[in-house]
């Protein structure tokens, strides 16, 4: 157990819709990281937030947005949902005080979009 | 940009056999490398990391070595057991201070039977 949870595990929805995925990072974690994997693209790194700021961005598309709350867990919004966008979201906290720190991964929500 | 390139899956391999995966970069001054595994319905874990050139990694028995002249970073364990069966994953962190993005191969599966 790395100590990051998210919820919800699972997530079936329809093209169009809406979904919100949250994170809780380790205790005194101040970073928190999105990243998308799916078949076809591989891992991809999205966002990271530290202790509530924005700090660096990936190939994250308009469609979608994070933010990081002031206890520090962090909610990232998906909408329009399009079919490609199925796959399984990770987040993952580090301490983040420079930037080659460990990150722990979360077990990942699965996305399905119908 | 920054990438890694690792060999394609699936690797198998009996039990106690010696394992290499191989992984090579590209990228912009000094990144850090890691090497993750993930098992079966779970989320990634760090297996090893290397932070400047000629540092060695180790972990569970696997090793890897970051040479800068070669740009790669190459997964070695002596003799692997049935229990390391799962998808490993090269990557690297580029950024400084506390922005961090890590960037990561697309993953080699290791089979290993009896």
């Known amino acids: 157990d790395s100590g990051v949870t998210q919820t919800p595990k699972h997530l079936i929805t329809a093209t169009g819709q809406r979904v919100t995925l949250r994170c809780s990072p380790r205790?005194?974690?101040?970073?928190v990281y999105w990243y998308q994997q799916s078949l076809d693209q591989g891992l991809q790194f999205l966002i990271q937030?530290?202790?509530?700021?924005?700090?660096a961005k990936g190939n994250i598309l308009e469609r979608f947005s994070a933010q990081q709350f002031p206890d520090l867990h962090s909610e990232l919004n998906l909408s329009s949902l399009e079919l490609g966008d199925s796959a399984l979201y990770f987040c993952?906290?580090?301490?983040?005080?420079?930037?080659?720190?460990?990150?722990?991964f979360g077990p990942g929500t699965r996305l399905t979009v119908l | 940009g920054n990438s890694v390139t690792q060999m394609e899956g699936p690797v198998t391999l009996s039990e106690e056999a010696f394992l290499t995966i191989n992984c090579t970069y590209t990228?912009?001054?000094?990144?850090?490398l890691f090497w993750y595994v993930q098992y079966p319905g779970e989320g990634l874990q760090l297996l090893l990391k290397a932070t400047k050139a000629d540092d060695k990694g180790s972990n569970k028995g696997f090793e890897a070595t970051y040479r800068k002249e070669t740009t790669s970073f190459h997964l070695e364990k002596g003799s692997v057991q049935v229990s390391d069966s799962a998808v490993y994953f090269c990557a690297l962190i580029s950024g400084g201070g506390t922005a961090s993005k890590l960037t990561f191969g697309t993953g080699t599966r290791l089979q290993v039977t009896l």
């Open positions: 937030y530290y202790n509530g700021e924005e700090r």
């Open positions: 993952a906290s580090s301490t983040g005080t420079v930037s080659y720190n460990e990150q722990f």
């Open positions: 990228a912009t001054g000094y990144p850090s």
């Open positions: 205790s005194g974690d101040l970073s």
